[in-house]
């Protein structure tokens, strides 16, 4: 996971995983989708919410969304 912070609204967050220990979401989704992050230890959430032409790569093995 890497995260990024910016005061010019360019912040970032990139979800990377593979691996036995990872569910296998139900792929390609359907929109809108909202996706969350949360940290465990304190509770803080960020989400965002994706329309179909913000869903870049939307497959059996891939999803890929980004918002402007």
Avoid: E, F, H
């Avoid at 691996?19 to 304190?42: K, M």
């Avoid at 994706?50 to 059996?60: I, K, V």
């Amino acid at each position: 996971m890497l995260l990024k912070a910016s005061d010019s609204n360019k912040s970032k967050a990139l979800v990377k995983g593979k691996g036995a220990g990872l569910p296998d979401p139900p792929l390609p989704v359907t929109a809108p989708l909202t996706v969350q992050l949360v940290n465990g230890d304190n509770g803080l959430c960020w989400s965002a919410s994706y329309t179909t032409a913000q869903l870049l790569t939307n497959s059996r093995a891939l999803l890929k969304a980004k918002i402007p």
